[in-house]
T-cell receptor, first 111, second 113 residues
Framework: RKEVEQDPGPFNVPEGATVAFNCTYS??????FFWYRQDCRKEPKLLMS?????NEDGRFTAQLNRASQYISLLIRDSKLSDSATYLC????????????WGAGTKLIIKP | EPEVTQTPSHQVTQMGQEVILRCVPI?????FYWYRQILGQKVEFLVS????????KSEIFDDQFSVERPDGSNFTLKIRSTKLEDSAMYFC???????????FGQGTRLTVV
């Protein structure tokens, strides 16, 4: 089983819609969780950290479910500029805080 | 806003040649990383570096690879004898503390011909 697993997509979503994707992780020693976005041929950029209590930043909401070992990202009122690959990242405390990356979920927002 | 900077942005090299990729991490960060991403594939961890030594490395980071921080600001990745399969984007990242979010440079696209 992969350490961090994401649906690769692509998710084709009309502009203005709400879209959500999950990411599952296998290591219960996972300490910190992040969502990054990556545009084609660019570097990953931090979108948001994911806290146990969940967190919201504008149109973006991230949730963590430790019992089921998954994190989620919800995007409301999607914009064309949200088109990107969304990468789930898990930090392993028992592996010297190594960051483990999901393969990413590709999101395409259509006008 | 402080950022991680990488040079060069694109490097073309012949197979068997040595390359050095350079990174300047964010100045008050203590932990440094190299990742690579082959076109169309996932981000892969290469190595982490703290207190002037390697703290963790992946299977990819074999004897052909080395890192150093020669002058307290630059953080370099050296590939001793490049192979075709080393062609990828190489990203440098830094964090202030362990477990914190990592900030990435814009990457160096390495093309081995």
């Amino acid at each position: 089983r992969k350490e961090v697993e994401q649906d690769p997509g692509p998710f084709n979503v009309p502009e203005g819609a709400t879209v959500a994707f999950n990411c599952t992780y296998s290591n219960s020693a996972s300490q910190s969780f992040f969502w990054y976005r990556q545009d084609c041929r660019k570097e990953p950029k931090l979108l948001m950290s994911v806290y146990s209590s969940g967190n919201e930043d504008g149109r973006f909401t991230a949730q963590l479910n430790r019992a089921s070992q998954y994190i989620s990202l919800l995007i409301r009122d999607s914009k064309l500029s949200d088109s990107a690959t969304y990468l789930c990242v898990v930090c392993l405390m028992d592996s010297n805080y190594q960051l483990i990356w999901g393969a990413g979920t590709k999101l395409i927002i259509k006008p | 806003e402080p950022e991680v900077t990488q040079t060069p942005s694109h490097q073309v090299t012949q197979m068997g040649q040595e390359v050095i990729l350079r990174c300047v991490p964010i100045s008050n960060h203590l932990y440094f990383y190299w990742y690579r991403q082959i076109l169309g594939q996932k981000v892969e961890f290469l190595v982490s570096f703290y207190n002037n030594e390697i703290s963790e490395k992946s299977e990819i980071f074999d004897d052909q690879f080395s890192v150093e921080r020669p002058d307290g600001s630059n953080f370099t990745l050296k590939i001793r004898s490049t192979k075709l399969e080393d062609s990828a984007m190489y990203f440098c990242a830094s964090t202030k503390e362990q477990g914190n979010e990592a900030f990435f440079g814009q990457g160096t696209r390495l093309t081995v011909v």
